[in-house]
């Protein structure tokens, strides 16, 4: 559980706080991600995709947005941890329309599992696949996202990088209206990459919610992860870069690159087209 820092541990921001409305205004952004799903699936197949598969879903926040998009899509949203899973139905399964509810199925099982119903989208953000730690455990793992696809679908995976990623003991802040998000990079091994990363929150009282989130994680690299998926059958593997403005800072659009600057700390995507 994430321990709370204040005088009063009953009547402070922190122990009210809910960990998981927090990480989805400070972390995800699934409107942005359904569109870059259509805009990649769209290039490479001239339609507009119609069924997702969102692995490690946890609050499945990107399956609501999906259905919500279009009237015919359906999404599948796969997570082993029930809490999250339950979070979801009440916080972002229930808001939705009934009919929208109907195109939402989620199943608690592990992610390397394929058979049954392929998709056109597989998703599997927030750098979530990094838990498998070994070539044969992620390999293991991507032969089974491109069993889950359609002939024409592909699979969309989140990397991050840089330098200052490398940085040991190192937090970054990020300032919100009522609480600030702190994304700490708490160990990193050189030689294995093994990584142990936590998310905590402060908020405008002095409390906190320490280690709301803590990740143990490989820290794979871009040129591992496209030989992986090749290997693993996919036909295709694109590297999608952020672009910059006119300040040199991320523009939020991202392009099909074969080759980029170094950047101090930068998030790309994966796309893998079976």
Request: with cysteine.
């Amino acid at each position: 559980m994430p321990k709370t820092k204040t005088k009063d541990n009953f009547d402070c921001m922190a122990a009210k706080a809910d960990k998981y409305v927090l990480y989805q205004r400070s972390v995800q952004e699934p409107e942005s991600e359904v569109k870059f799903f259509n805009k990649v699936f769209k290039t490479a197949f001239g339609r507009k995709p119609v069924s997702l598969r969102e692995d490690f879903c946890g609050t499945f926040a990107i399956c609501c947005e999906w259905v919500k998009s279009h009237k015919d899509r359906v999404a599948v949203g796969v997570d082993l941890d029930p809490e999250p899973l339950a979070w979801g139905r009440e916080n972002n399964l229930a808001p939705l329309k009934p009919k929208q509810q109907d195109r939402v199925t989620l199943l608690q099982q592990d992610v390397r599992t394929s058979g049954g119903q392929k998709f056109d989208i597989l998703s599997a953000q927030n750098f979530s696949f990094w838990i498998f730690k070994t070539r044969p455990e992620l390999l293991k793992y991507l032969k089974h996202a491109y069993k889950n696809l359609n002939d024409e679908g592909m699979m969309v995976m989140d990397m991050m990088g840089g330098g200052d990623c490398w940085v040991e003991d190192h937090t970054d802040v990020r300032k919100f209206k009522d609480f600030k998000y702190e994304w700490e990079q708490h160990k990193l091994c050189p030689i294995t990459h093994d990584a142990t990363f936590h998310i905590h929150f402060q908020f405008k009282d002095g409390s906190r919610l320490d280690k709301a989130f803590t990740y143990e994680w490989r820290f794979w690299s871009i040129p591992e992860v496209v030989e992986l998926c090749k290997e693993a059958g996919f036909s295709e593997v694109d590297v999608y870069w952020e672009g910059v403005d006119e300040d040199g800072e991320g523009n939020g659009i991202y392009t099909a690159q074969d080759h980029a600057s170094p950047d101090p700390c930068w998030i790309a995507y994966i796309v893998a087209t079976r």
